[in-house]
Nanobody
Framework: QVQLVESGGGLVQPGGSLKLSCATSGFVFSNYILRWYRQVPGKEREMVASIDTTGSRKMYADSAKGRFTISRDNAKNTVYLQMNSLKREDTAVYYC???????????WGQGTQVTVSS
C-alpha cells in the first residue's frame, strides 16, 4: 500500500522558516520523481517544486525560487521542502505527490497546513 505522510507544517511569522517532510512507503522511492504542491481554498493546486530520482535535478515554481529547497533522502524514503523567507502568500496546505505510472497510479499525501502570519 502506497503511503505519503507529510509533517512539519505550522504557524510561522513572515520571514521565518519551516521544513516540511514527506515520509513514504509502499513503492521503490528511489525510482520516482517527487513533487511538492500547495493549495489555497478556492484555488487550484499548484506545483511548488520537483526533484528527480537522484536529487541532481530540481525545479521550482517562480514563487519558490531562491527561497525554497527541495531535497530527498533515498535511504529514508523521504522528501523534504525547506522553506525560508516565508511570506503571507505562502499560506496554504502543502502536499507531496508521487506519480507511479499507469500501474500504481498517482498518489498524494494528506497535506500539512502552513500558515504565515504575525
Amino acid at each position: 500500500q502506497v503511503q505519503l505522510v507529510e509533517s512539519g507544517g505550522g504557524l510561522v511569522q513572515p520571514g521565518g522558516s519551516l521544513k516540511l517532510s514527506c515520509a513514504t512507503s509502499g513503492f521503490v522511492f528511489s525510482n520516482y520523481i517527487l513533487r511538492w504542491y500547495r493549495q489555497v481554498p478556492g484555488k487550484e493546486r499548484e506545483m511548488v517544486a520537483s526533484i528527480d530520482t537522484t536529487g541532481s535535478r530540481k525545479m521550482y515554481a517562480d514563487s519558490a525560487k531562491g527561497r525554497f529547497t527541495i531535497s530527498r533522502d533515498n535511504a529514508k524514503n523521504t522528501v523534504y521542502l525547506q522553506m525560508n523567507s516565508l511570506k503571507r502568500e505562502d499560506t496554504a496546505v502543502y502536499y507531496c505527490h508521487a506519480d507511479l505510472g499507469a500501474v500504481q497510479g498517482s498518489h498524494w499525501g494528506q497535506g500539512t497546513q502552513v500558515t504565515v502570519s504575525s
